[in-house]
């Protein structure tokens, strides 16, 4: 099946420092990326998508300046957190769809193993 | 925009069967997923849902009902090992050609001996 990798799987970071983190599909072909967020006892909430070769699309509410987006290659997308703050303190996790190949709408997404930030 | 509801928490005995409801609102359904998720992990994929009808697969069946904006998951011969939280999620087609999931608040289900 479809693998996401996530690096790191967890990270400590001191106030006022940036983070990044790296989404990759191991053995497929993502030309669409999504950044999810999750805070203890809460479920996943969408921060962005990520298009290959272009700017990534927020949610309301996610500023676009803190949380960078970059989406290189067809396998490979990076969140940065800036200047982070305790209040960033979060499951991040993203996943990954696959390239159409074909069918007009590949109904799976494939999530990542997520990456647990801590700031201090 | 969006709207999911789904029950906060259920409790059921192990060897039992449990029904997880779900209800949504919103602009460009393009299809329903339900996710397990255990804590401290990612989600894990175990249905989806387009066309109005139950889907079997195992112990796990999803139904929807796209004209009522409602779906369920049942989970039969309930195990330990199914004490998870259960994540409702619709993909909205939205006006970009780039369709997003989103999702639920999630279910807290915990299994009893």
């Known amino acids: 099946g479809a693998v996401v990798s996530q690096h790191p799987s967890w990270v400590i970071c001191k106030s006022g420092t940036s983070v990044k983190i790296e989404c990759r599909s191991l053995?497929?072909?993502?030309?669409?990326m999504f950044w999810y967020r999750q805070f203890p006892k809460q479920s996943l909430m969408l921060m962005a998508t990520?298009?290959?070769?272009?700017?990534?699309?927020?949610e309301q509410g996610v500023e676009k300046d803190k949380f960078l987006i970059n989406h290189a290659s067809l396998t490979l997308s990076t969140l940065t957190v800036t200047s982070a703050h305790p209040e960033d303190s979060s499951f991040y996790i993203c996943?990954?769809?696959?390239?159409?190949?074909?069918?007009?709408?590949?109904?799976?997404?494939?999530f990542g193993p997520g990456t647990r930030l801590t700031v201090t | 925009g969006q709207n999911i509801d789904q029950p906060t928490e259920m409790t059921a005995t192990e060897g039992a069967i449990v029904q997880i409801n779900c209800t949504y609102q919103?602009?460009?359904?393009?299809?329903l997923f339900w996710y397990q998720q255990h804590a401290g992990e990612a989600p894990t994929f175990l249905s989806y849902?387009?066309?109005?009808g139950l889907e079997e697969k195992g112990r796990f069946s999803s139904f929807l009902s796209r004209s009522k904006g409602y779906s369920y998951l049942l989970l039969k011969e309930l195990q330990m090992k199914d004490s998870a939280s259960y994540l409702c999620?619709?993909?909205?087609?939205?006006?970009?050609?780039?369709?997003?999931?989103?999702f639920g608040s999630g279910t807290r289900l915990s299994i009893r001996p």
């Open positions: 990520s298009n290959e070769g272009s700017k990534a699309t927020y």
């Open positions: 996943s990954a769809r696959e390239v159409a190949s074909g069918r007009a709408n590949a109904y799976e997404q494939y």
């Open positions: 849902n387009v066309l109005d």
């Open positions: 999620a619709v993909r909205d087609r939205g006006r970009s050609s780039a369709s997003k999931i989103i």
């Open positions: 919103t602009s460009g359904f393009n299809g």
């Open positions: 053995d497929f072909q993502a030309t669409t």
